[in-house]
């Protein structure tokens, strides 16, 4: 009997429980478009960055300054600035694009730093036909004045301000590190958010020994990284209920992966760096492997799977939270010949 794949993730119908999270790959409508072919669910598009815009206009208005010190070469910049086109401009046209080739959800991501930003791209992203928006809450609080409250007020403000300028579905991206993570995954819900993506992978800078220079080289997760979202997917699904999206993202990287996202109660499995690492036909190899997992092991559909395993499901709920902690020390086994 085939198993029925399809679930709804931000109110929209997915035939398939596996999403290509965002990265430059879904930034290239061709590419998507062999996504699609693979079996994803859904995309997400690479984050349009309010910073790239923004500098940009400021590379622009200092060309136009020295253009107007040359009065010859001056006219010669007018037809320029009509044809000039702007990351942002250029990430809605890809959008549209992707929107005309695709059947499936396209999830338009926005990583902006000020609250006028977020609303006229969120806006302009509905516009381009966006299903639905992914806010990529990425901030380091490094400012010893700025405290935990007055920081997560501002993003709620952001989020909440977002909501009120579009009436398409909108996710927000969290990082791991807020100190009362459940707290704010249900002030999020409260602000107005649709689901959450549960993680945003923070990526550390390293130094080169010789230089002294920072190195910002992005690398690939390993699936050890899933177990972060496992754990707060489990938590949250029960606590914030059906009606709340929930997305797993860092290390989905097998079938099996796929499954224990489902099973603590994701609504989706998204994936990058196994895509980015194998290729597009990863999707095929994940999405195939879960339906053989899921016939295996006797589930009709990811329905009535998704969720099986939260932490309001399982034998020991506290298995999520402190109490794992101290079993998972006293449980580690040192081979009796590496003890010297
Ligand atoms: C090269 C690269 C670029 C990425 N760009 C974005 C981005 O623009 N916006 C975003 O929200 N996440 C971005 N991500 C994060 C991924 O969407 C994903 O959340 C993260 O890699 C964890 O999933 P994974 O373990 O399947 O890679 C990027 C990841 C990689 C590897």
Request: hydrophobic share 45%; net charge negative.
């Amino acid at each position: 009997m085939a198993v029925d794949m399809r679930t709804r993730y931000l109110g929209l119908d997915l035939h398939n429980p596996v999403v290509a999270s965002s990265s430059p790959w879904t930034g290239d409508p061709a590419v998507v478009k062999r996504l699609e072919e693979a079996g994803v669910g859904a995309v997400v598009l690479p984050s349009l960055f309010e910073e790239e815009i923004l500098n940009e206009e400021i590379e622009l208005n200092r060309s136009l300054e020295q253009g107007d010190e040359q009065f010859g070469e001056a006219l010669s910049y007018f037809p320029q600035i009509e044809d000039y086109k702007d990351t942002g401009d250029r990430y809605l046209a890809r959008l549209e694009k992707t929107r005309s080739l695709v059947a499936i959800p396209v999830i338009a991501s926005l990583n902006a730093t000020t609250l006028g930003g977020w609303v006229r791209y969120a806006r302009l992203m509905q516009d381009a036909g966006a299903n639905a928006l992914e806010l990529n809450l990425y901030h380091v609080v490094a400012d010893p004045a700025m405290n935990g409250t007055d920081r997560e007020a501002r993003d709620l403000e952001l989020i909440a301000a977002v909501r009120a300028a579009v009436s398409i579905p909108l996710a927000v991206k969290l990082s791991p590190y807020y100190t009362a993570l459940a707290n704010f995954a249900h002030g999020a819900v409260k602000a107005g958010a649709s689901g959450l993506v549960l993680f945003n992978r923070f990526y550390q800078p390293d130094l080169d020994l010789e230089s002294l220079e920072i190195v910002n080289k992005v690398s690939l997760s390993t699936p050890a990284e899933l177990r972060l979202p496992l754990r707060w997917i489990a938590i949250l699904r029960p606590q914030l209920g059906e009606g709340v999206g929930l997305a797993a993202t860092s290390g989905i990287h097998t079938a099996t992966d796929a499954a224990k996202a489902l099973l603590v109660g994701a609504d989706v499995a998204m994936t990058t760096s196994a895509v980015l690492q194998h290729g597009v036909g990863r999707v095929k190899v994940i999405a195939d492997g879960l339906a053989a997992w899921m016939a295996e092991h006797e589930y009709e559909s990811v329905a009535q799977m998704r969720g099986s395993a939260t932490a309001a499901n399982i034998l020991d709920p506290t298995a999520f939270e402190r109490a794992n902690y101290m079993t998972a020390l006293r449980s580690y086994s040192t081979p009796a010949d590496l003890v010297r």
